[in-house]
């Protein structure tokens, strides 16, 4: 379960932040998790909820947001999502893929009080 390593870094980084401002509590922290990282959304809130507990952010919701694995065509350049990882065109058929989002794991805002 990679995703209590990816809720450790987030705990650290939340806890940076609060620090950083003076706060002393977190009470929400949004992430922005691609489809290509594999992170389950429940899994990561619960590991992020154990590591939480004890400190100013035990209680803060943890909002997690999919982005699509998106990808463009470098040949027609349609724009699509990818599903099922299959890095192929519909419009032409072709092989060459960019991505364009689905691999960002960001925390994205950490609201403190």
Do not use: W
Not at 9 to 37: F, M, N, P, W, Y
Not at 97 to 113: A, H, K, N, Q
């Amino acid at each position: 379960m990679h995703e209590m390593a990816i809720a450790q870094g987030i705990l650290e980084i939340a806890l940076d932040t609060a620090a950083s401002h003076g706060a002393g509590k977190i009470t929400r922290v949004r992430v922005l998790a691609g489809e290509l990282t594999g992170v389950v959304p429940e899994a990561l809130d619960f590991g992020f909820n154990a590591l939480a507990a004890g400190t100013i952010a035990a209680g803060a919701c943890l909002a997690v947001q999919v982005i699509p694995l998106m990808g463009r065509c470098r040949d027609c350049g349609q724009l699509d999502n990818i599903s099922k990882y299959r890095f192929i065109c519909e419009q032409c058929g072709s092989s060459a893929i960019d991505i364009v989002s689905g691999r960002e794991l960001t925390v994205e805002s950490v609201e403190v009080e």
